[in-house]
């Protein structure tokens, strides 16, 4: 799948940000809140956007789901090639 280039512009943001953080050797901690920091960001999202109880369990599925693809995608497509390549 091929991402518009502003959308790809705000993920490095978000690694850059990351990375800048993980560089004190917590890279798990890291990786936790920014989970963490995005599951709280779309509640708030949903909920400010007008979102339901009737809609939750739709809102659920649907960012459970995109993670999903996102981390399969980056374990087999950009990231884990480049980090299988370091060994």
């Not at 369990?57 to 960012?63: I, L, N, Q």
């Not at 693809?69 to 374990?75: G, P, Q, R, Y």
């Amino acid at each position: 799948m091929a991402y518009p280039p502003e959308f790809l512009k705000l993920v490095d943001e978000f690694i850059h940000l990351a990375n800048r953080l993980a560089a004190e050797g917590k890279g798990g901690e890291v990786s936790a809140a920014i989970l963490f920091a995005a599951g709280r960001y779309n509640a708030f999202n949903f909920l400010s956007g007008g979102g339901t109880a009737e809609d939750r369990g739709k809102a659920v599925d649907f960012y459970v789901t995109e993670y999903r693809k996102a981390i399969v995608s980056n374990l087999d497509g950009v990231v884990g090639p480049v980090v299988k390549g370091q060994g």
